[in-house]
């Protein structure tokens, strides 16, 4: 398909798609940092730029209905010709981008995972989810109270910075491991994350869990406790135990009680098998568990989506509305609790694998995504030594394609920052130069974007074997900082406490979004969030 032939919906027409009821993957492809500015709630965020990388696993089924949209430029052309070759067959652009979206009097929405954090504000309202101010949980740790911290995030994040006291024990593991991390059941829970998402569903899971401890929700995360005045703990390492047989015992007959009441669906492995060659239904089997157990052994074709993140950040994980969902965990139990909240977020076609990989193949390691056009990208590859060897020629300048918040944290001395959607921009801004080199955090992106760059420049194009970690890993050093911008860092979305412009007025003013997101939600009226008495 060539971008000539591709269809033009207008913006009700649009609308109509995403409230209808039928599969549609709608993709915004500018970069990340732009569509955090403004962006429609149902649209996923797929740069241009990285199309390639991601597209297989955020819209698998290439007959689905894919509508494509930016904010003019012709971003959405060019991705829908690329797609085209990728064997897309239903693409149609959104026309006027954007700005035909809200001049036809709908709502633009700011910030990343949109629909997941007013999921969040929502829940709370509805349920009336207790919570705990940073005052109040200073004062009882302090009183040495009978009290367990339970950080609902990542790993990483949590060891970035935590509440003083906390364990770690991400999303949908909080069910399972709660038992053994507060055996007593006069223990008071508070769970907390960065901001407010995951510290209010980690709190609602374990009360609708049922639990029989006092459980709250820590207002406002991290950012509340560092805005009250109090000092977030840093490099923290303790992380909430496996349930032992009592405790897992007691998470499954909680996840039960779950189900019944929800209306979780199971399904089995040979009825998967019969989803898999379903040429009219998109299926994603969505692996819930943590990192370390998926790389033991998951099923083909499973992609990693640890619960508490899939939760946090359905739009990261699901490109089509609408599609079929199999959730993925041996021990059922935060296959269960994530079921429970996606189909509380409006997904209606959501099962749950029943008896585990009995009788299954499994794959170990990490997923490895499909890259689309990798094998016909041609590339002439220097490796490390070579690349010392023509930068002390002084004739060869680095193009490094990777993002700018990685950039800015390690990059090739002397490099410069470009995004591959301008490239044309981008080496319009370098200096004079011989040879050009480009690299990426990988190699993958470099090597894609070899050919676009010979067409746009008569100097020769290198691409570095393996990337910017091959650069590392001859042993030489890498420069910080956002130096030798050739274009602007829009490709990343800044948390409140990241980067220059982060601090106290960043965390308020992100609190404060947080809070308006229902009236926003209201207002947008595409979402179908639901209730269960």
């Not at 990388?53 to 904010?71: H, N």
């Not at 650069?471 to 980067?499: C, Q, R, S």
Request: net charge negative; proline share 5%; with cysteine.
């Amino acid at each position: 398909m060539s971008a000539q032939n591709a269809a033009t919906v207008g913006a009700p027409e649009l609308r109509a798609m995403i409230t209808g009821g039928g599969e549609l993957a709608l993709l915004d492809v500018r970069e990340t940092g732009a569509f955090t500015g403004a962006h429609i709630l149902q649209a996923r965020s797929l740069p241009l730029s990285r199309l390639e990388l991601g597209i297989d696993d955020l819209v698998p089924r290439r007959s689905v209905r894919l509508v494509l949209c930016d904010a003019g430029g012709g971003l959405a052309e060019r991705a829908a010709q690329r797609l085209g070759t990728f064997g897309y067959s239903d693409i149609s652009i959104l026309a006027g981008g954007i700005d035909a979206w809200k001049d036809a009097g709908y709502v633009l929405f700011s910030g990343f995972n949109v629909p997941s954090k007013a999921f969040g504000e929502f829940v709370e309202h509805q349920e009336g989810t207790p919570n705990i101010s940073a005052e109040e949980l200073y004062g009882l740790i302090e009183a040495g109270e009978n009290l367990v911290v339970l950080d609902s995030r990542p790993f990483d994040e949590y060891h970035r910075m935590n509440i003083p006291t906390g364990i770690d024990a991400p999303g949908v593991e909080l069910v399972y491991r709660v038992f053994d991390a507060a055996p007593d059941p006069d223990t008071t829970v508070v769970v907390n994350c960065a901001g407010r998402t995951r510290s209010i569903i980690g709190a609602q899971s374990l009360i609708n869990a049922g639990i029989p401890n006092r459980v709250m929700a820590l207002r406002n995360g991290t950012m509340g406790w560092e805005l009250s005045g109090y000092q977030c703990g840093h490099g923290g390492t303790e992380v909430a135990p496996p349930p032992g047989p009592e405790g897992l015992k007691r998470a499954q007959e909680a996840a039960a009680r779950v189900a019944e009441r929800y209306g979780v669906k199971f399904t089995t492995l040979a009825e998967v098998d019969i989803w898999r060659e379903d040429e009219g239904r998109s299926l994603y089997l969505l692996d819930v568990r943590p990192t370390e157990e998926f790389e033991t052994g998951h099923l083909s074709g499973a992609i990693h989506a640890p619960g508490g993140q899939l939760v946090q950040g359905t739009d990261l994980f699901v490109g089509t509305l609408n599609a079929r969902i199999v959730l993925i965990d041996d021990a059922s139990v935060r296959a269960v609790m994530s079921a429970h909240w996606l189909i509380q977020m409006g997904w209606t076609d959501v099962h749950v694998l029943d008896g585990g990989f009995q009788g299954a193949e499994l794959v170990q390691g990490r997923h490895r995504s499909l890259v689309h056009g990798l094998d016909g990208a041609e590339a002439v590859e220097v490796d490390a030594a070579e690349l010392k060897s023509m930068l002390a020629g002084g004739d060869t300048l680095v193009v490094d394609l990777a993002d700018s918040r990685a950039y800015g944290q390690g990059h090739i001395p002397g490099a410069w920052f470009a995004v591959r959607s301008r490239l044309e921009t981008g080496l319009a801004a370098l200096p004079a130069h011989g040879h050009l080199v480009l690299t990426s955090e990988d190699g993958i992106l470099a090597r894609l974007a070899a050919g676009e760059a010979a067409a746009l420049t008569s100097a020769p194009i290198h691409v570095l074997s393996g990337g910017t970690p091959a650069w590392t890993a001859a042993g030489h050093e890498l420069a910080e900082g956002p130096e030798n911008m050739a274009d602007e860092a829009d490709d990343v979305f800044l948390k409140a406490y990241d980067g220059p412009k982060g601090g106290p007025a960043a965390m308020q003013a992100y609190l404060d979004w947080e809070l308006d997101l229902p009236r926003l939600i209201e207002e947008d009226g595409t979402s179908d969030f639901k209730t269960f008495p």
